[in-house]
């Protein structure tokens, strides 16, 4: 066994190597991307046969009930080139809701958005269902997130804020999660639905941010953790080498 002197100093090694590893374990700095390329099209209509503009940014679906034509979405993505960190609001584009008065049974019940972007230069697809609420535009019938006068308003939320699709950086996943939208461009106050009065159209802000799943670490040791592994392993090796057998009392 070791002379207590070098048992000491053995254990002072494991004892630094113990604190480098506590400290790789503590929580890391938000994590930085560059997003870059995003576009969104829409695909996958449901409630309705009478649709248009799949496979492009701005769909269309239903009977025109007046001349001002179908109801639909659009999606225009943001700048080209965008930095986010982890945990931070930013926005992906504008969603427009077109809402008009069609024939009854063809109005449409959903669509999904394929979002598709660039991330730290690496192209990902992300895919979000959104739900539409088409109401009947009968007055004493309206349903109860009506906000104006006209009967009926429409809205439009989304089923889940998150895709299947997940990315990594730093030996962690991540995940884009849908935060709802906002009236600003800031994307501080998103809300998970917005409401648009009949016979017209309206706006919002797409508001997302990128959050990592801490359940679902694919991480490598970091350098701080494998250099305790490294330096552990050494001091055990000393200790198993060692000629002195006898513990000194």
Partial sequence: MLKSTELVKSLGIIGATAGIALTSTLPAHAASFTLSNITGTWDNVE???????????????GSPATLAGQSGLNFNSSSSLVSVSSGSNFVLGQ??????????????????????MAIDGVLHSFNYSFLINETSNTAGTCPFFQVSNTPCDDKIDFTSPFSSTTF????????????????????LSPVSSFITEEHKAS???????????????????????????????????????????????
């Fill in 47 to 61: 409630g309705t046969s009478v649709f248009n503009g799949t496979d492009t940014n701005q769909v269309r679906w």
């Fill in 95 to 116: 969603l427009t809701h077109l809402n008009f008065p069609l024939w009854a049974g063809t109005a449409a019940s959903g669509a999904d958005l394929d979002l598709s």
């Fill in 168 to 187: 990594q950086k730093n030996g962690f996943n991540y995940s884009l999660e849908l935060l709802g939208f906002s009236r600003t461009l800031d994307g």
């Fill in 203 to 249: 706006s919002a802000f797409l508001v997302a941010r990128v959050v990592k799943d801490g359940n679902n670490d694919v991480s490598v040791p970091e350098p701080a953790s494998a250099l305790a592994v490294v330096l552990i392993g050494l001091a055990t090796t000393r200790m198993r080498r060692s000629k002195n057998y006898k513990l000194v009392r």
